[in-house]
């Protein structure tokens, strides 16, 4: 048997892969909850469904299940060959239930088991860790068209749900306990969640989004979602004809905007990114620790390109939030926790308008809102008849904005001369035109489960 320390690595042979091979895991000194996560080339769940523990005892393709002993989990059972090709790294990790850090662990192991026993060990000791709640103890990634494992020890700290976190997923919220109230004291209520605590982290981490941050609250307030949660996707135009936006600095500054909306709809300071022309690229998430620079950083890594092309873009954000369609045809209803909220950025005409529509009528019955922008000249009102929107830079945003065949209407459309024509509170009031109609809508028809608690 072959004992592994901290960032040891082991090739797997085909037969092994192919075969089911089976990890054993042990702690003394805490209790611990075990969970695996499959990941996708960006780090990040490739679906809600590929997190597999104690309430999700297995994957949809049976790649991944829990073993256990009685009724404890003490270990997976995995069967590598079965996971879909988008699944790079399967990270498995354990957290302490209850208090404590897991420098308090006195012993633990992690086996690798296949058809003729266990064939390699990594151990630990609290010696290992600090003050942290959980640690990524090691992990199966794809090498050379085979599956490798890794020891890896590395803590982490917040426990489960900051490691859900780290990997892209949701995490539910727990109501928060009922305070003990003396006798002859008059009972009140908890205060809701405050956006003072998002606030003093914008502070310490981006100080000169706070008035944007501020001034989102203002817009979402005046409609009723003052408490509501979505995440947030930015999607730019990157075709030649942007370059002189992105030059001044346009691009940046309207980016820092929504990333502000994105800090009031999920505060964990994080909007995804994605580029379109003739290719679509969605690029690391902008956030508040790297927003300075953020967009001449990723054109420097996609430079304009020709072409412009909203379907393709449409369906990798699709693909992206819900993989189950690969971007194509829903024919179904798909209701989730969390909405997406879509910011769509153009300068121009599209040369794929047949797949656009298609993606817009498929995504009606998902729980995702698209808002369409448009930098140039556009109508004050909208159009009754094709011939109308003759003096508009963008009559095909326009039909869309009014596009028959959806479950429900979910998108809007608007046009600036300019991305900083609007003021920030202007523009916040004009980014809530549609989307709380569409909120209700799309919870009338069950493609938004009940409101999450916001995260304080």
């Known amino acids: 048997m072959q004992q592994l320390s901290r960032g040891a690595r082991v090739s797997l042979a085909q037969d092994v892969s192919r075969r089911e091979l089976q990890l054993s895991l042990a702690g003394q000194g805490l209790t611990l909850d075990y969970a695996c996560f499959a990941i996708d080339a960006a780090g990040k769940l490739v679906d809600d469904r590929y997190m597999t523990f104690f309430n999700q005892p297995s994957t949809p393709c049976g790649g991944v299940g829990l073993r256990r002993q009685g009724s404890a989990v003490d270990g997976f059972v995995f069967r590598l060959a079965v996971l879909p090709p988008k699944v790079e790294r399967v990270v498995i990790t354990a957290s302490i239930d209850g208090g404590g850090a897991m420098s308090q662990l006195a012993?633990?192991?992690?086996?690798?088991?296949?058809?003729?026993?266990?064939?390699?060990?990594?151990?630990?000791?609290?010696?290992?860790?600090?003050?942290?709640?959980?640690?990524?103890?090691?992990?199966?990634?794809?090498?050379?068209?085979?599956?490798?494992?890794?020891?890896?020890?590395?803590?982490?700290?917040?426990?489960?749900?900051?490691?859900?976190?780290?990997?892209?997923?949701?995490?539910?919220?727990?109501?928060a306990p009922a305070?003990?109230?003396?006798?002859?004291?008059?009972?009140?209520?908890?205060?809701?969640?405050?956006?003072?605590?998002?606030?003093?982290?914008?502070?310490?981490?981006?100080?000169?989004?706070v008035s944007l941050v501020k001034s989102a609250g203002v817009s979402l307030a005046k409609v009723g979602l003052q408490g509501h949660r979505a995440r947030v996707c930015l999607v730019l135009d990157i075709s030649g004809s942007m370059s002189s936006l992105y030059r001044k600095g346009l691009v940046q500054r309207f980016a820092e905007r929504i990333l502000a909306l994105g800090c009031r709809f999920d505060n964990d300071g994080d909007i995804d990114v994605f580029l379109f022309g003739r290719n679509v690229h969605r690029t690391e998430p902008m956030g508040l620790s790297n927003w300075t620079g953020y967009v001449a950083k990723i054109i420097e890594r996609h430079p304009l390109e020709g072409d412009t092309r909203y379907g393709a873009a449409m369906a990798a954000v699709r693909r992206h939030y819900f993989p189950d369609t690969a971007g194509g045809e829903r024919k179904t209803m798909h209701a989730a926790a969390l909405p997406v909220y879509v910011m769509f950025v153009t300068d121009g005409g599209t040369s794929d308008q047949a797949m656009t529509e298609r993606q817009l009528r498929w995504s009606s019955r998902e729980p995702i809102f698209w808002q369409f922008m448009g930098i140039g000249k556009g109508r004050k009102s909208k159009a009754k008849r094709l011939s109308d929107f003759a003096d508009s830079d963008f009559p095909f945003l326009e039909k869309l904005d009014d596009?028959?065949?959806?479950?429900?209407?979910?998108?809007?459309?608007?046009?600036?001369?300019?991305?900083?024509?609007?003021?920030?509170?202007?523009?916040?009031?004009?980014?809530?035109?549609?989307?709380p109609g569409w909120v209700g809508q799309a919870r009338q028809h069950g493609l938004l489960l009940q409101e999450p608690n916001r995260p304080s």
């Open 179 to 209: 305070t003990p109230v003396a006798q002859g004291q008059a009972a009140q209520a908890a205060p809701p969640p405050s956006s003072i605590s998002l606030e003093k982290r914008v502070e310490a981490k981006a100080p000169q989004l």
């Open 107 to 175: 012993q633990g192991h992690l086996g690798l088991h296949g058809a003729d026993g266990e064939f390699a060990r990594f151990a630990f000791t609290g010696q290992d860790f600090a003050q942290e709640q959980a640690v990524m103890l090691g992990e199966f990634y794809r090498k050379d068209g085979g599956w490798r494992f890794m020891a890896v020890g590395q803590g982490f700290n917040g426990g489960l749900p900051a490691l859900v976190r780290h990997f892209g997923a949701d995490v539910a919220q727990d109501p």
């Open 403 to 435: 596009l028959g065949g959806r479950l429900i209407d979910n998108a809007d459309f608007f046009s600036v001369s300019s991305p900083d024509e609007h003021t920030d509170s202007a523009l916040y009031d004009l980014l809530m035109t549609e989307y």
